[in-house]
T-cell receptor
Framework: DVKVTQSSRYLVKRTGEKVFLECVQD?????MFWYRQDPGLGLRLIYF???????EKGDIPEGYSVSREKKERFSLILESASTNQTSMYLC????????????FGQGTRLTVV | DQQVKQNSPSLSVQEGRISILNCDYT??????FLWYKKYPAEGPTFLIS?????DKNEDGRFTVFLNKSAKHLSLHIVPSQPGDSAVYFC???????????FGTGTSLTVIP
């Protein structure tokens, strides 16, 4: 079974803090993704990566950066957390090429106060 | 601009009846479509997919229909069970393994 693990289920951070969300997958997938889920807005793509050290902006990259130093690990960084970044963050991975389905982690509920 | 739309935020169905969840898309380049199911406080799990070369795909109680001319797909669940109560997201991509575009989700409640 594919496993995508996010380092924290719940996080509370203060405005202005630098926040790191970590994601690890164990299936040697090329693609990795970071989404945020908000009520009424569905899942919106922040960044994705199709290879080590490669990254592509998604639909809402502002205020975020990412790092992929190893194939299995994809980190999302909030440079200076703000209250409008309070959300559920979901990491996913998929094989390239393949069936196209993405496997998701359990999510991190981030609250910025 | 939302390229994948689920216009019904919620749906309630009696146990044993059919659930039909709908999804519309605007980008004619999309050629791969997926449905995900999400329980609260969990990540989405893959349910079923369909390629644009097909118009129907079945997996047990779940069937996805694709109408390319209408840019519309639907997920049918027959018979519906209380354990099917969850939020369902449709997603689309151009080719496999690339960026997925998700809809806003439909919350399905199956009433025992």
């Amino acid at each position: 079974d594919v496993k995508v693990t996010q380092s924290s289920r719940y996080l509370v951070k203060r405005t202005g803090e630098k926040v790191f969300l970590e994601c690890v997958q164990d299936m040697d997938h090329e693609n990795m993704f970071w989404y945020r889920q908000d009520p009424g807005l569905g899942l919106r793509l922040i960044y994705f990566s199709y290879d080590v050290k490669m990254k592509e902006k998604g639909d809402i990259p502002e205020g975020y950066s990412v790092s992929r130093e190893k194939k299995e690990r994809f980190s999302l960084i909030l440079e200076s957390a703000s209250t409008n970044q309070t959300s559920m963050y979901l990491c996913a991975s998929s094989i390239l090429p393949g069936t196209g389905e993405a496997f998701f982690g359990q999510g991190t509920r981030l609250t910025v106060v | 601009d939302q390229q994948v739309k689920q216009n019904s935020p919620s749906l309630s169905v009696q146990e044993g009846r059919i659930s039909i969840l709908n999804c519309d898309y605007t980008n004619s380049m999309f050629d791969y479509f997926l449905w995900y199911k999400k329980y609260p406080a969990e990540g989405p799990t893959f349910l079923i997919s369909i390629s644009s070369i097909k118009d129907k795909n079945e997996d047990g109680r779940f069937t996805v229909f694709l109408n390319k001319s209408a840019k519309h797909l639907s997920l049918h669940i027959v018979p519906s069970q209380p354990g099917d109560s969850a939020v369902y997201f449709c997603a689309a991509s151009v080719g496999t393994g690339n960026q997925f575009y998700f809809g806003t989700g439909t919350s399905l409640t199956v009433i025992p």
